[in-house]
DNA sequence: TATGAATGAGGGTTCATTCAT
DNA sequence: CATGAATGAACCCTCATTCAT
């Protein structure tokens, strides 16, 4: 890679990471244009060649950190000998939940944004280069050997929404319990949703 | 009531009503103060004779129109002969999804702005005068003859956040399946849910 | 009319008044908002009250100048004791070429923004509720009693155009001549025009 | 010619058609630096090596299109054996008038920008080295064996304006009516101005 | 109470110009 | 000669809020 290509890989991040920063923490219809390139340290126009407005920014943010969720899950995944479609969920659920515990402008931002449609977009059209395209990483959790998935779609799509929507008022403000307490029933439900749609 | 607050509620009201409409048709953040008053056909000075601003008038409207919510869903269950749990919980479920169904852009109003938290708030403290308390209700519900419930408020909030979340994306998107379709799948997960708490 | 009405007219008229101090002196393209408000003494957000933008205010500005000029000229006219076609339009040609050689930039303005449509627009329809409608004078000049005019309004629009367009070299740079020396040719060339369409 | 040279002459045509069509169809004002250089597959930086900006390329721009027009004119002229002076003009007028018709951005562009003191300018000082210098076109106009033209200068002046401010109404509008309409006015009117001229 | 003209800070965006490559 | 990423001043316009009526 060039000097110049890195010059601009380094901008571009910049002004990611600077607005996720403050998108996260004032939110982002609070959070101008002007703030993000001055934390950036660039230019206000340099802005404009690398993102069409503010929410073009977030759309790719999104993707950008669902992508990195997802993977970090995945390798951790790797590591460890679960063949069981149960214990492989939990384990992807219970990583998701950590990194959200660990990073909770992550959750923040991820929860209020990411709707079930850019979801799969995000997955499937990776929103950078160096992000990974995760439809094998789904078609190896629903294309199995040891059972055979009734509506797999529906499954993963249940699993997801209530883990993030329940996540986001456990995690962050522990209501109505804080995330511990809220783990047995929330992993015990997502056995059952699994439960559901084994045939 | 006399005549003079009959016409200041009239007032209170049509702003609801204008920016409801105009929240859910282009946003929250896309909606002047100008357009609501317009719509209203108040002038600009009196908005502020009514709320503190452009989100004290939502957050009174969440609560109030998740109120009108429940308060239809209750009204229909008070009208059948319904006593075994599961039942209760499915038939508000059911009415509810209707409700958005037939609404929705009080669903997209809702989903994007309902927390726990603001939920339990709204339902507790009403918005107006003529809101209706919840606190009862929700003790009828989860104080019963027939069975003991553990952690019953753990089993509403993930009810609650389970249907919330899906029939977002499910009634507007029809993704990743339209609802009827994920209906089956989607009762039986809080009929587990429930099951969970029972003791 | 009340306090208030008057002050809004103040401030419209500053505004306009301000504006085409500017554009004449500088040209509408190098002429800001923010100049226009600063030398009238209004906030930004004012001239928004007032005009749609810039353009709007132009076009405004062009009707209520060119209905100021046709009307000076008219009423010099109906002071004099002419009958005679020739003379009627001459005294008025004259009259108008006197008003843009003691208001150059009002000639500067008028050539450069006039165009046929424009000036049929202006005249009938008034920028300004005191604005006169011209109508009447145009058809009591092509309605006479004492001759016949075949195509009267090519005649209007040509003389009109060639005094426009040859006044405004001529006077603001002297090129070819200065307006004395082209006076005799113009009003000659204009007897002819106008003997073309004498039936 | 070197390759070289060449090539630098394509760079700096494309440059100028890109810009005439874009003034023409969006106006001057409107069109940016960046729009004409990406229409000419050039660099940005590229535009500062022929031009100065924007308003140096449009005075060398009317100056060239100027220059083509009374090339042109001139040039059917001498196919044809015509030696009295109205049928010249008269020949020349209207050639320059089809040009027109058939090129409406043409007549948009050159009306809109083309002073007495530009079109002195551009036919004496060629904007580029393969522009013509009519100098000699013009004194052969006025110079004449067959009769003596008092003032040819003021002459030619007020046809050229008579024609260029009738036409850009008439032809592009068809205001207050089409040119073929016009053209027996226009032609009298042409015709008695060069009477007036003639001694 | 109710009005709506006025405000002016601050938003997003454009664009001519430069200069290291 | 040619490039195009970067700049940052300056643009237009919106809008929540105030206050004299």
């Excluded at 390139?37 to 404009?48: D, I, P, Q, W």
């Excluded at 759309?59 to 669902?66: E, G, P, S, V």
């Excluded at 109505?176 to 749609?197: A, C, M």
Aim: charged share 25%.
């Amino acid at each position: 890679m060039g000097k110049l290509e890195t010059n601009k890989k380094q901008k571009r991040d910049s002004l990611l990471e600077s607005a996720f920063s403050l998108f996260t923490s004032k939110g982002i219809n609070k959070t101008s244009i002007s703030e993000i390139v001055e934390k950036s340290g660039v230019a206000k126009g340099t802005f404009y060649l690398y993102f069409k407005d503010k929410y073009d920014l977030r759309n790719r943010l999104i993707a950008h950190k669902a992508s990195q969720l997802f993977y970090n899950a995945d390798a951790a995944l790797a590591t460890e000998n679960i063949n069981d479609i149960y214990d492989e969920v939990i384990f992807l659920a219970d990583n998701i939940i950590d990194q959200f515990n660990n990073n909770k402008s992550l959750l923040l931002f991820i929860s209020k944004n990411l709707s079930w449609g850019v979801f799969k977009d995000s997955l499937i059209n990776p929103a950078f280069d160096e992000d990974i395209n995760f439809y094998d990483l789904y078609q190896k959790l629903i294309t199995r050997d040891d059972c055979t998935l009734k509506d797999p779609e529906i499954m993963v799509f249940m699993i997801i929404e209530l883990i993030s929507s329940t996540c986001y008022s456990s995690i962050l403000y522990s209501e109505p319990v804080d995330i511990e307490t809220l783990k047995p029933y929330l992993y015990g439900s997502i056995r059952n949703i699994i439960k559901q749609h084994i045939v």
